[in-house]
């Protein structure tokens, strides 16, 4: 009951509206993804790409934010918490192109 309640573990928080709004902003720049896929198909992938990327960078830079700032916004309005994220989503967004080239060559 009570102990099993307290096991469980938490829900991942969504992302912030910051965080979310970086990681499209990102995403549109990088030219080329699912470029081969139907408009609706290119437009759904890159939404749950998006929200992968959201969820991955809480994780990978969860510690870092709590340490330079009291939430998300603050962090991503930090010059250096903005370019260490978006560095990070543009890796990211080219690992994705790679693969998506690699692909289309088999």
């Not at 609706?40 to 830079?61: G, I, K, N, S, T």
Request: with cysteine; glycine share 6%.
């Amino acid at each position: 009951p009570a102990a099993a309640v307290a096991q469980r573990p938490s829900r991942p928080q969504p992302p912030s509206g910051a965080l979310r709004g970086l990681v499209q902003e990102r995403l549109r720049r990088a030219l080329g993804l699912w470029k081969q896929a139907g408009e609706d198909e290119r437009q759904l992938r890159l939404r749950c790409f998006r929200d992968q990327l959201c969820r991955l960078a809480q994780l990978r830079f969860e510690a870092a934010a709590a340490r330079a700032a009291s939430c998300w916004e603050d962090f991503l309005r930090n010059s250096s918490g903005y370019r260490l994220v978006a560095d990070w989503v543009d890796r990211k967004a080219a690992e994705q192109l790679q693969k998506q080239g690699a692909a289309a060559k088999r």
